[in-house]
């Protein structure tokens, strides 16, 4: 199990942006675009609650209003959709070496699980605090408690004042739910040319105070606290212990296996450049998708700089024997210099759609290899991933126009 930093927590992608592009649900991106042992966060907090307007007869008490529904989190919604997934999704098939549509298995939730392991067990209890079940409150005229159903979106709620609702209790029991119902997910998809082609995901759902890592003078503060409420919190902690609290409404999500690897799910994806490519850079255009998949991220970007330095290195080559050209000249300059002064001689290496970043380009592969965490690496890999394929679709782009040129000369000018 994997521990993040408190900052690192709050830096990570939530699971409704990551799986909504342009307004489009996009379950596929858990299996193409989310990396082995890479963490995503589901957020509970943001439960809402609807109100039936102009009610001619308020609930029993002093209540002014009353509650049509109560709704979960959009990140809680987010995981549904995912877990309910029916529809097929495009992914790219390694057998058949092509794009087709994947259809899902149905999920079997953790609880189901473990019950028909054990039948003869009681219902697993979802509202779990150390281990001790919290009761379900009696409600005569006091706060209005909401209780999580797995895989709803409606929230089940007592009756109660609808203007003091407990929202401690829901966020926790949305927690627990999910954890005692999606602690271990596992999807399975069946390509619909040949459903012996099969793609598998392993992801695992962990409370978010399980997994962080706390400095000791902040957990002392924490257990001080359990004692006494009224501790005084230093000021240079009180940041740390805020953002402690808030986490406690989390849960990370965490893919932990996948079977074909991404790397395979991409490899075929590439041979396009096999013909672009020396033997040694399409080695390690490789290189770096299988260590990605393998969650190792300092080592995927260096492969890639490694792509860009051979490209530049070759249109050196080419380069020496043109007139004007001064290699002692070239050699003093750093490295993004080095593709500008190569344009002077026809060779543009960076696209006119990438010309607003093309200064920071190797900076950020250098970065990567040299200051970045393996974390922070695996997510800058898809990005830089898509420079360097747009940079090696421009050189196919201009070899074809060369062959489509030749070929017109050689006709018309016979």
């Not at 998708?289 to 995927?300: H, N, Q, R």
Request: hydrophobic share 35%.
């Amino acid at each position: 199990m994997r521990h993040y930093s408190i900052n690192k927590i709050f830096e990570m992608k939530h699971i409704s942006d990551f799986l909504y592009s342009d307004g489009q649900f996009r379950p596929e991106r858990m299996i193409t675009d989310l990396g082995l042992y890479e963490a995503i966060v589901i957020d509970v907090a943001n439960i809402s609650v609807t109100y039936i307007t102009g009610a001619d007869v308020p609930l029993k008490g002093k209540a002014s209003k009353t509650i049509k529904s109560v709704m979960v989190s959009d990140d809680v919604k987010t995981l549904h959709r995912f877990l309910e997934l029916k529809n097929s999704i495009p992914l790219p098939c390694p057998e058949c070496r092509k794009e087709y549509a994947y259809i899902p298995k149905k999920f079997i939730s953790y609880a189901d699980l473990i019950s028909a392991m054990n039948p003869n067990k009681n219902d697993i209890v979802y509202l779990m605090e150390e281990g001790v079940k919290i009761k379900r409150p009696k409600v005569d005229y006091g706060p209005l408690y909401a209780s999580y159903i797995f895989q709803l979106d409606t929230m089940e709620y007592l009756q109660g004042d609808p203007d003091t609702m407990n929202y401690d209790y829901c966020k926790k029991s949305c927690v627990e739910g999910i954890i005692s119902n999606a602690r271990r997910i596992h999807r399975d998809f069946s390509c619909s040319l040949n459903p012996d082609h099969e793609i598998f995901i392993e992801c695992i759902i962990h409370r978010a105070i399980d997994v962080c890592k706390i400095q000791p003078e902040v957990k002392s503060i924490l257990e001080q606290q359990k004692i006494n409420p009224s501790v005084d919190i230093p000021e240079k902690f009180r940041e740390q212990i805020d953002k402690y609290e808030q986490i406690k409404d989390l849960l990370i999500l965490e893919k932990v296996g996948q079977e074909p690897s991404m790397a395979d799910l991409q490899m075929f994806d590439i041979d396009k450049y096999k013909n672009i490519l020396p033997r040694e850079s399409f080695r390690d255009f490789s290189m770096a998708l299988g260590l990605y998949a393998s969650g190792v991220g300092c080592g995927s970007l260096l492969y890639l700089r490694r792509i860009l330095e051979r490209i530049v290195r070759d249109y050196q080559e080419e380069c020496k024997n043109y007139p004007n050209w001064n290699d002692l000249d070239y050699k003093n300059l750093r490295f993004e210099e080095k593709m500008k002064y190569l344009e002077q001689f026809g060779k543009k290496i960076i696209p006119d759609d990438l010309s607003d970043i093309r200064t920071i380009i190797y900076g950020k592969l250098s970065q990567g290899v040299h200051e970045l965490s393996e974390q922070d690496s695996l997510e800058l890999f898809p990005y830089l991933k898509i420079v360097i394929e747009m940079i090696l679709d421009k050189k196919i782009a201009e070899r074809e126009r060369n062959e489509k040129l030749k070929s017109i000369k050689k006709v018309l000018m016979k």
